[in-house]
């Protein structure tokens, strides 16, 4: 049980040397990774339609 409650308190100290950001810095970068998430989203899900319609094309010059 001591080197529970040890390692506990060595966890607090690193956490407390950790150096946060400011909230105003999480906030700007949670919406930098959600837009940045939505376009490459957007871009794969185009490239797919895009590619679902050459193959259907492809196979129906085959006869299919």
Do not use: C, H
């Not at 105003?24 to 339609?49: C, E, N």
């Amino acid at each position: 049980m001591e080197r529970i409650k040890n390692f506990l308190r060595s966890v607090k100290q690193e956490l407390d040397r950790v150096s946060w950001p400011s909230k105003d810095l999480a906030i700007k970068a949670t919406i930098s990774v959600i837009i940045f998430a939505l376009v490459i989203g957007t871009y794969l899900w185009i490239l797919d339609i895009v590619f679902v319609r050459i193959i259907n094309f492809l196979l129906s010059l085959r006869g299919g």
